[in-house]
């Protein structure tokens, strides 16, 4: 039981907190319907049996199975993960670049998880040192790779409140 409630509080927290961050973004449906499907059964459950509360469950799910039944409904639902956006195209299977949008949702999905995985240890480099440490085995479309380094970038250097007034102007722009 435990277990649940530190689950259940830990997605709560962190949903709320990329709603936050959405809404600065003016992204405010992305704000509110952000990770709805981790309260469905087959990722709720699969939080709770795998939660250990300094990193995601998907993580510990992975490494006993080798893959993890919750991240694969996961990715197909949000398209806030760049794995949501592989199909076959002209040229074979492969990434499509993301819409704006979602890669401002996935940045803001992603300093909330280092926010609340790394608690008093977050800084502004967090979330762009998660993206760097990954991106070797991350196949994402090369126009959304730049635009997540130079955002998750443009963090690091000038901070959360810079940063997210940088992607909203930019985000206007292009949208």
Not at 3 to 25: A, D, N, P, S
Not at 67 to 88: I, P, Q
Not at 144 to 164: A, R, V
């Amino acid at each position: 039981m435990k277990k649940l409630i530190q689950h259940f509080m830990t997605i709560t927290r962190h949903k709320i907190l990329v709603g936050k961050y959405c809404f600065k973004l003016g992204l405010y449906k992305q704000g509110i319907l952000h990770d709805l499907s981790k309260y469905l059964p087959i990722e709720f459950i699969s939080g709770v049996k795998y939660f250990q509360g300094y990193r995601s469950p998907i993580d510990k799910e992975k490494e006993i199975l080798g893959y993890s039944k919750a991240w694969l409904h996961h990715k197909g639902r949000n398209k806030h993960h760049w794995e949501y956006w592989y199909d076959f195209t002209k040229d074979g299977y492969g990434p499509i670049e993301m819409p704006i949008q979602y890669v401002c949702e996935m940045i803001c999905d992603r300093i909330a998880a280092s926010r609340i995985y790394l608690k008093d240890n977050y800084k502004n480099d967090s979330a762009y040192e998660y993206f760097i440490t990954r991106l070797n085995n991350t196949p994402m479309h090369k126009n959304t790779e730049l635009m997540t380094k130079t955002f998750l970038g443009y963090i690091k250097d000038y901070g959360e409140e810079e940063g997210l007034k940088m992607i909203k102007e930019e985000l206007k722009k292009r949208m």
